[in-house]
């Protein structure tokens, strides 16, 4: 081995990923291999029925903690490291106070539905789709702009703050970019394309704010972050950290796209998580959806063109198997509820649909609610516990499909990714009801990944993606066995379970909302 390879290998850079439920850092080698892992859990803080609050202050403490913990496990010094990747949350909402670095309000969390009576007025009479040309998104709580309306209309002496550019707007990753380098003390404020396609004020072509989506939301631009693109040194972090580039923010999906080598138009991945989120490479071009799917930024490398995505957003899949441990009891641990449903061949004929707080893609029902249909007294807690894995793979086939309508192109194949893939016999349905193989990369932290290949590219550690398409290995593959004809019947009865769960919820009035705590 040359002198020179010897230095490569010893090359490391460290992702930071801040997800719903916890922050963590994996920290990799230059062949793509991780080398140390740390992480540790936040609140979930719920001040009323469909609110959902993150301390933003907690995890900035909780991500230097990991950091950390990653460097001592892997017997490191920050020094060792060549560059550090953010991936991130997506559409949770921040504002903090520019002069003391303390934020304003808690984080509202993308789960969050306090803004759906922002969302229908924003509508008026066009609806959901006012904004979509211009943001590839429909108006919908899921949302960040919305979220920014709301945090200024509702905290008292906001607004006048905002529009005196005292206050900074941010998703997870410009909080962390701003403290990593420097904070009070000239931390840089931005953003990526991918976290900034999530907000809903951002022009999918012009990859810029929107002047005429901030009027109507009422929302200032001096609160904004620059936008910039996913790979590329956006400071020097400060610290603990000195003299280390922070050098991407993606999204966790889009991260997920990248880490999955998902380059080429028309490869896809799906992570499945608390939900569970499919995205299609489209390419260089916005796909415009007509089949309740998002139009997304994939990812763009430093100068180079972005990368498009169609996004299917699933919102609950893995949250279903832990309502079915937690809530009912059924199941001790999430991993049993394999060996409980391979006791049985099938669900027999009930279908569980997890509208827990409505249904996103390809619905975007605010008004659903989740229902079990299809009971008789032969079923048990078995076809249940089927029924509970199989509504991840029926909800993921509804995307693909609507996917397929947009952009006319087949999937060939489905890599995967998230905790949900160690389920074999939900892996095996999967690659059943799609009628494609299913794919399972060796790297499972896809997420991590993507966001540590896209600060090595930035900073020279990879010489480019045919080097990280190189890295890509499966780990497992389950192909379809299922018949067609029983396949299109359970997904006519899956269909027909989805629309009992429509029109549960009546729609409230807008009204008065005051801050919470």
């Known amino acids: 081995m040359s002198t020179d390879s ?34 540790r859990e936040h609140r979930q803080i719920f001040p009323k029925p469909g609110w959902v609050e993150h301390d933003a202050t907690e995890i900035w403490t909780t991500v230097q903690a ?136 951002m022009n999918l072509s012009t990859l810029q704010w929107d002047p005429e989506i901030l009027q109507a939301m009422n929302i200032p631009e001096a609160i904004l972050p620059e936008i910039r693109s996913s790979a590329e040194v956006y400071g020097t972090a400060v610290g603990p950290l000195a003299g280390v580039p922070v050098a991407s923010a993606l999204g966790d999906q889009q991260a997920a796209v990248f880490g999955q080598a998902c380059y080429d138009a028309g490869t896809a991945k799906n992570t499945y998580g608390t939900g569970s989120f499919l995205l299609l490479n489209t390419g260089s071009r916005p796909v415009p959806s007509k089949s309740g799917l998002i139009t ?95 509504a991840t793979s029926w909800q993921t086939r509804e995307v693909v499909e609507a996917m397929y309508q947009d952009s006319g192109v087949p999937i060939s194949t489905l890599k995967v990714d998230g905790g949900m893939t160690a ?34 590219l930035a900073t020279g550690v990879w010489s480019g993606l045919d080097e990280l398409k190189t890295q890509w290995q499966p780990d497992a593959e389950w192909t379809p066995r299922m018949e067609a004809g029983v396949r299109e019947r359970e997904y006519a009865n899956w269909r027909k379970a989805v629309e009992r769960s429509f029109g549960w919820e009546e729609v409230p009035q807008e009204g008065g909302a005051d801050a919470g705590a």
């Open 423 to 456: 389920n074999k016999l939900l892996m095996q349905h999967q690659a059943d009801v799609l009628g494609v193989p299913v794919i399972r990369p060796r790297v499972s932290e896809t997420t991590c990944l993507g966001a540590a290949y896209a600060a090595g």
């Open 6 to 39: 010897t230095v490569r290998t010893d090359r490391f850079v460290a992702a930071i990923d801040q997800g719903t439920t916890s922050s963590r850092c994996i920290i990799f080698s230059q062949d793509g291999a991780i080398v140390a892992v740390d992480q």
């Open 296 to 390: 997304t930024v994939g990812y763009k490398i430093g100068d180079a063109p972005p990368v498009y995505c169609l996004e299917g957003s699933i919102a609950i899949t893995g949250a279903l198997v832990q309502w079915f441990r937690d809530q009912l009891g059924i199941i001790r641990s999430a991993d049993e509820i394999e060996s409980l449903a391979a006791g049985v061949e099938d669900n027999g004929g009930a279908y569980i649909v997890p509208a827990f707080s409505g249904l996103f893609a390809p619905y975007w029902r605010s008004d659903a609610r989740g229902v079990i249909t299809g009971l008789t007294g032969y079923v048990t807690k078995a076809h249940l516990a089927r029924a509970v894995l199989e």
């Open 66 to 201: 990991v950091v950390a913990g990653a460097l001592a496990r892997a017997g490191l010094q920050a020094g060792a490291l060549s560059a550090l990747g953010i991936t991130n949350q997506r559409e949770t909402t921040l504002l903090w106070d520019r002069a003391t670095g303390a934020p304003v309000h808690n984080a509202i969390v993308w789960q969050d539905t306090r803004t759906a009576a922002i969302c229908r007025r924003l509508g008026g009479e066009v609806g959901q789709d006012r904004f979509r040309d211009a943001t590839g998104l429909p108006l919908a709580s899921y949302f960040s702009g919305p979220k920014v309306a709301w945090l200024l209309d509702s905290v008292p002496g906001l607004r006048g703050r905002a529009e005196r550019g005292e206050i900074a707007f941010g998703t997870m990753d410009s909080w962390l970019i701003w403290n990593l380098t420097g904070g009070v003390e000239g931390g840089v404020h931005v953003t990526d394309v991918t976290n900034a396609s999530r907000t809903m004020l």
